[in-house]
């Protein structure tokens, strides 16, 4: 996995919630800093893509580990 400057446990939340946490978090952060997401809900493995591509946050990583979804996201310029 890469390495972050934050991270974010949205376990046991189901969409929107993930995606709503990682805008509100991305939006404290300066660019080129990188969020971890880590989610439960299998929704997010569409909505965090979709969402990084409409607000030209950069996904770099996505896996899944022991039920948990991890994402890495880089802040947009």
């Known amino acids: 996995m890469s390495d972050f400057d ?3 446990d949205t376990s046991g939340l ?6 709503l946490k990682a805008r509100k978090m991305l939006n404290e952060m300066s ?3 990188r969020l971890r997401l880590i989610c439960t809900d ?3 493995l569409k ?3 979709a969402f990084c591509k409409m607000t030209g ?3 770099l990583s996505s896996e899944e580990v022991d039920g948990k979804l991890y994402f890495i996201i880089e802040k947009g310029a």
């Open 57 to 59: 946050n950069p996904l």
């Open 31 to 33: 660019a080129s800093q």
């Open 6 to 8: 934050t991270e974010i």
């Open 14 to 19: 189901n969409c929107p919630l993930p995606v």
């Open 47 to 49: 909505d965090i893509p």
């Open 42 to 44: 299998t929704g997010a």
